[in-house]
């Protein structure tokens, strides 16, 4: 997995790149993936701690 990580990452502004979206539309989807799994992240471990 840490090896996809930058490989998917590179794909992904590759794409983006050649399309030449918003930038504002780039950070909203970042803000929201980071919101997601830290909030996943966080529940996954305060059931891991209570159960």
């Known amino acids: 997995m840490p090896v996809l990580a ?4 590179r794909e992904v502004h590759g794409v983006l790149a050649k399309r030449a979206v918003d930038h504002t539309v780039i950070e909203a ?4 993936m980071v919101c997601v799994f830290v909030l996943g992240g966080g529940i996954y471990w305060l059931r891991k701690k209570y159960d």
């Open 29 to 32: 989807v970042v803000v929201i």
């Open 6 to 9: 930058p490989l998917l990452v």
